[in-house]
């Protein structure tokens, strides 16, 4: 069976751009992808801005009608109450964020967040009806013990584990050893992994949701590289830190089929 899925160009802002650099970057983003030759309509786009920055993509969005999706870096496990400093994933979904990332290595490094805190934190984001883009990824050390694919697959199926019921999940293969670092990974290791994380959601959940699941990479992907990862049957869009703060470059991952001969 052949499936056809989007591909998904997602950036991750981490702590970067206050509300007024969203608007215009956002702004800017939508002009430059509106007057590009090249075609991007099947390919969707999405953004991850700070919390406080939100409220402004979205009035700017659903004012101008732009073909950009939006979510939160992270949400709470719980939906409300005495949670200081937490972000409900109702809060969310009423600003129209279509998806949340879950699991950053950031938030798991920083933040001490494990798989079975990962799960609630998906649950949250599906009780919602935002869509979790849950993140996972091996560090250099995990590397060299187990291979690549090992640690992914452990982190997926311990976090669907406590996740139950999850009618639409976006997975965001990120390699610890390849986030900042200039060092991307090969399209042929990034396949591999994400080859093995569709495997895992075969087994878990079943062939239609693996099928239909979009499985991203993430770590060091810009213009240059991006056309490689997309040509690996397995890997259905990236998750992009530094190269999604510059318009030009994150402009030129979301039109990765004009990069001719790359
Ligand atoms: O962490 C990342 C996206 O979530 C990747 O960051 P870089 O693209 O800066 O390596």
Same mark, same amino acid.
């Given at each position: 069976?052949?499936?056809?899925?989007?591909?998904?160009?997602?950036?991750?802002?981490?702590?970067?751009?206050?509300?007024?650099?969203?608007?215009?970057?956002v702004q800017k983003l939508a002009w430059t992808l509106k007057d590009?030759?090249?075609?991007?309509?099947?390919?969707?786009?999405?953004?991850?801005?700070?919390?406080?920055?939100?409220?402004?993509?979205?009035?700017?969005?659903?004012?101008?009608?732009l073909?950009?999706?939006?979510?939160?870096?992270?949400?709470?496990?719980?939906?409300?109450?005495?949670?200081?400093?937490?972000?409900?994933?109702?809060?969310?979904?009423?600003?129209?964020?279509?998806?949340?990332?879950?699991?950053?290595?950031?938030?798991?490094?920083?933040?001490?967040?494990?798989?079975?805190?990962?799960?609630?934190?998906?649950?949250?984001?599906?009780?919602? #009806?935002? *869509? !979790?883009? &849950?993140? $996972?990824?091996?560090?250099?050390?995990?590397?060299?013990?187990? %291979?690549? @694919? +090992?640690? =992914?697959?452990?982190?997926?199926?311990?976090?669907?584990?406590?996740? #139950?019921? *999850? !009618?639409? &999940?976006? $997975?965001?293969?990120?390699?610890?050893?390849?986030?900042?670092? %200039?060092? @991307? +990974?090969? =399209?042929?290791?990034?396949?591999?992994?994400?080859?093995?994380?569709?495997?895992?959601?075969?087994?878990?959940?079943?062939?239609?949701?693996?099928?239909?699941?979009?499985?991203?990479?993430?770590?060091?992907?810009?213009?240059?590289?991006?056309?490689?990862?997309?040509?690996?049957?397995?890997?259905?869009?990236?998750?992009?830190?530094?190269?999604?703060?510059?318009i030009?470059?994150?402009?030129?991952?979301?039109?990765?089929?004009?990069?001719?001969?790359?």
């Open positions: 069976m052949v499936t056809t899925r989007t591909p998904l160009m997602a950036g991750n802002w981490k702590m970067n751009f206050d509300h007024l650099q969203a608007i215009a970057f590009a030759k090249h075609d991007y309509a099947d390919v969707e786009v999405a953004v991850f801005p700070p919390f406080t920055d939100l409220r402004s993509v979205q009035t700017l969005v659903e004012a101008d009608k073909p950009i999706a939006y979510g939160g870096q992270d949400l709470s496990e719980h939906d409300a109450g005495a949670y200081t400093g937490e972000i409900s994933g109702q809060f969310l979904a009423a600003l129209g964020s279509r998806y949340v990332i879950v699991g950053h290595s950031e938030r798991r490094q920083y933040h001490g967040e494990d798989d079975a805190l990962l799960g609630r934190k998906v649950a949250a984001a599906v009780r919602n #009806g935002v *869509v !979790p883009v &849950l993140c $996972v990824g091996e560090t250099a050390e995990d590397l060299e013990a187990h %291979g690549a @694919a +090992a640690v =992914p697959v452990q982190q997926l199926r311990d976090a669907l584990a406590a996740a #139950g019921e *999850v !009618p639409e &999940l976006v $997975v965001a293969y990120e390699p610890v050893w390849a986030i900042g670092s %200039g060092q @991307a +990974a090969t =399209p042929e290791q990034a396949q591999t992994v994400c080859r093995a994380l569709r495997d895992e959601l075969r087994t878990v959940v079943g062939d239609e949701f693996a099928d239909a699941t979009r499985i991203l990479y993430g770590g060091s992907v810009k213009a240059e590289n991006i056309a490689g990862f997309m040509r690996e049957p397995d890997v259905d869009g990236a998750l992009v830190g530094g190269a999604s703060l510059k030009d470059d994150f402009a030129s991952i979301v039109r990765f089929r004009s990069h001719v001969g790359s």
